[in-house]
């Protein structure tokens, strides 16, 4: 069975596009891959998170995981600061990747760009970090977004190069993108992600939204003027968001969609979905609260851990014993 590990970053609540780009994609795969689910703590404090915030997240996070289906006893969900390997060899990864390609990197671009000050260090060195959390574990493939490709883009070159330089050591994994719902866009603003640091509080969904509310920010999503129902994400990329997130939640194919919308007003559309994102969280939350104040929060973490920990360990000894850094081992 191929291995398969991902993360999701919870600096915030997770969300919708956490949700259709990653999180159900996971669900989906546990039957068929060896699934490995983490919640990566340790990227969440690049950025200053207030330390009781961050605790509620975490918890939530994994709450939300077991909402969504993922299943304990088919997958290895894990803290990934339990697993002090993964950081340990993202710093001798780190010492194995250039400034250069860190440059190169979009997300840190995006906060240089937008004039962010005290940027940490941290986030500079962040994707040597995701390298190791997908190395550490010989993943051969990675399910992502679509503006996570980068950094597992970057994470293939880091093994690259190490297994050229040291022999064969890591496998060389592969992202995987879905061909609906990879990109969720802003509600009020289709030109952006639909990102945990909307500020407007407009433009995305929470999974822990009231579904009422929720339901308000699709029917107030922002559209165009052509009055034409088509899935054309150049020229309406606020209809065609809608139309894919409706298509992710339920399954139905987006000609399909579209067709039956063909000839009708932009509010009916909506209105169905409104209606499935209402239907998707009151199901999703319900799940929730059973399960966030109860005790298979601990047990699956712990069991989680358990499985993880032996294998990043090998992993790590494998690459002090290649660079050198060993004495007795
Ligand atoms: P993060 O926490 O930003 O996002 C978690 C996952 O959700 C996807 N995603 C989206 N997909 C579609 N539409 C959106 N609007 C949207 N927003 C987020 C992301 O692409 C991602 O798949 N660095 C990672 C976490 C991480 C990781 C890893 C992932 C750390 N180590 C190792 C995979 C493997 C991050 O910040 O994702």
Known sequence: MKRMLSGIKPTGQLTLGNYIGAL?????????????VFIANLHCVTVYQEPADL?????????????AGLD???????????????????WLLACNSYMGELNRMTQFKDHVAKGETNLTAGLYVYPCLMAADILAYNADYVPVGVDQKQHVELTRDIAIRFNNKYGDTFTVPEPLTQKVGAKIMSLSDPSKKMSKSDLTN????????????????IMSAKTDSLANVAYDKENQPGLANLIEIACALTGEPIEEFTNRFKGCGYGDLKKEVAADVGNFLTD???????IVRSDLLRDTLENGRQKAEPIARKTLHKVQRKIGVEIFR
């Open 55 to 67: 605790k509620k997240n975490l918890r939530d996070a994994v709450a939300l995981y077991l909402a």
């Open 202 to 217: 407009k433009g995305c969904i929470y999974l822990l939204d009231e579904p009422k509310a929720a339901m308000k920010k």
């Open 72 to 90: 304990p006893e088919k997958s290895t969900i894990f803290l990934q600061s339990d697993v002090m390997e993964q950081a340990q060899l993202g």
């Open 24 to 36: 159900r994609n996971f669900v989906n795969y546990q039957d068929d891959y060896e699934m490995y």
């Open 284 to 290: 999703l939350q319900e799940r929730y609260d059973g």
